[in-house]
């Protein structure tokens, strides 16, 4: 277990000295609530890079300094996860560009995060919390229903997420993601939390069970 984001910042330097291309980080997941004192401990670091050399050449680097491969779980059943990778008590999820059956970095998410570290090879950037609440509302790991109630205490833009849950579904072509993203919404408002824009999703929900109903009656 991680508990303090300083050991981060030390497996960062370490990473950037070792690298020998040029490489963007985007820290999604329990990592950026570590570095806003959201989470006391996280077991894994969630690292998104946005090309394939991106990710051949943190694969590489990581090797080169001690890290092991790893299989991946059941409990990431929905993860794009390219690779897992340990050493002592660092776990590394590394993930290129996609990270949620098709659930992306996209260039707004991007625009959204926040640099952190600027190394020779290496920048670091923090995706933001409305991101971060987003694709929790999306994955089904231990804690994650925790992680979003104190996610939605902090700051969420709802307007922003409201609009890269739209692109992102629109991208895709995953319509049945909305039915995924409002099961998550429910359980929070059965916690006593405020989702303002739960009737949007709703409506979303809806009308993605209409079209759902009408495919099904023009098959038969």
Same mark, same amino acid.
């Given at each position: 277990?991680?508990?303090?984001?300083?050991?981060?910042?030390?497996?960062?330097?370490?990473?950037?000295?070792?690298?020998?291309?040029?490489?963007?980080?985007?820290?999604?997941?329990?990592?950026?609530?570590?570095?806003?004192?959201?989470?006391?401990?996280?077991?894994?670091?969630?690292?998104?890079?946005?090309?394939?050399?991106?990710?051949?050449?943190?694969?590489?680097?990581?090797?080169?300094?001690?890290?092991?491969?790893?299989?991946?779980?059941?409990?990431?059943?929905?993860?794009? %996860?390219?690779?897992?990778?340990?050493?002592?008590?660092?776990?590394?999820? %590394?993930?290129?560009?996609?990270?949620?059956?098709?659930?992306?970095?996209?260039?707004?998410?991007?625009?959204?995060?926040?640099?952190?570290?600027?190394?020779?090879?290496?920048?670091?950037?923090?995706?933001?919390?409305?991101?971060?609440?987003?694709?929790?509302?999306?994955?089904?790991? *231990?804690?994650?229903?925790?992680?979003?109630?104190?996610?939605?205490?902090? *700051?969420?833009?709802?307007?922003?997420? %409201?609009? *890269?849950?739209?692109?992102?579904?629109?991208?895709?072509?995953?319509?049945?993601?909305?039915?995924?993203?409002?099961?998550?919404?429910?359980?929070?408002? *059965?916690?006593?939390?405020?989702?303002?824009?739960?009737?949007?999703?709703?409506?979303?929900?809806?009308?993605?069970?209409?079209?759902?109903?009408?495919?099904?009656?023009?098959?038969?």
């Amino acid at each position: 277990m991680i508990s303090k984001f300083e050991h981060l910042d030390v497996l960062f330097n370490e990473v950037g000295k070792a690298l020998d291309d040029k490489v963007h980080f985007y820290i999604i997941g329990g990592a950026v609530m570590l570095y806003h004192n959201l989470k006391t401990a996280t077991k894994d670091v969630d690292i998104v890079v946005d090309t394939q050399k991106e990710f051949i050449a943190t694969e590489k680097t990581l090797k080169k300094i001690g890290f092991k491969t790893k299989l991946s779980t059941a409990e990431y059943q929905k993860f794009d %996860l390219n690779q897992i990778f340990i050493r002592e008590d660092f776990r590394i999820d %590394l993930f290129q560009r996609t990270v949620c059956k098709g659930f992306m970095l996209s260039e707004g998410m991007k625009k959204r995060s926040k640099k952190i570290m600027e190394l020779k090879n290496l920048t670091i950037l923090l995706c933001s919390t409305t991101d971060i609440f987003m694709f929790k509302t999306f994955t089904e790991r *231990e804690g994650d229903i925790a992680d979003c109630i104190s996610l939605v205490r902090s *700051e969420i833009d709802w307007k922003e997420m %409201l609009d *890269e849950i739209g692109k992102q579904i629109a991208t895709s072509g995953n319509k049945i993601w909305i039915t995924y993203i409002g099961e998550r919404m429910d359980l929070l408002l *059965e916690e006593g939390m405020n989702i303002p824009i739960i009737d949007k999703i709703d409506k979303m929900r809806e009308e993605y069970f209409l079209r759902l109903e009408k495919e099904q009656k023009e098959k038969k």
